[in-house]
């Protein structure tokens, strides 16, 4: 469900956005904007991404992303029945992923940015040196799944170091899928 503040105000005019009007939907914990709604251009005869991180830099007040172009990484490009392109991005710290936080900006045919819907956080201010080895998180996590479920029978996926929201208070977190397709 999506929960938040929604509001819709008149923007001024910047150097690199123009919005006549906007709303906006702010992530309740987060702070950060889920929804961003307008009429958006940008710097002319620049590409989709460049357009994307300019965006989301002059309105820094609604995301909080220190720098978009390395925090936000695309992960894939796609262009609908209408042509409109649709760029999706996922955040990133210090190149670690940050867990459930992508978002999507939709271009309209002309190259004028309609909507930024998703999740991001602010910028995290955390060192990314972790304090528990990965051995450690592993042998933790099949201790706790081990009480559900035969040894025998647990499956381990690849162990990644992530960023973890953690209700607007991030945490570097070790990711791991543990697993049993049956009860102990």
Request: with cysteine.
């Amino acid at each position: 469900p999506i929960s938040g503040s929604l509001f819709a105000r008149a923007v001024p005019q910047s150097r690199t956005t123009v919005a006549t009007s906007e709303k906006v939907l702010l992530h309740e914990e987060y702070g950060t904007a889920e929804l961003l709604i307008g009429s958006f251009k940008t710097t002319p005869g620049i590409d989709r991404q460049r357009q994307a991180y300019e965006l989301i830099e002059s309105r820094n007040d609604l995301y909080r992303i220190a720098q978009p172009a390395q925090e936000l990484s695309v992960v894939r490009e796609d262009i609908d029945e209408l042509g409109m392109t649709h760029l999706r991005f996922q955040q990133k710290f210090q190149g670690l992923n940050v867990w459930g936080c992508q978002t999507i900006v939709h271009f309209q045919n002309d190259g004028t940015i309609y909507m930024v819907g998703g999740q991001t956080i602010a910028t995290p201010a955390l060192s990314i040196t972790p304090s528990v080895s990965v051995s450690s998180a592993r042998s933790s996590a099949l201790t706790i799944v081990g009480k559900e479920f035969p040894a025998s029978v647990i499956f381990e996926s690849e162990n990644e170091l992530i960023i973890y929201p953690n209700g607007g208070e991030p945490k570097l977190v070790w990711s791991m899928t543990v697993t049993s397709p049956e009860r102990g």
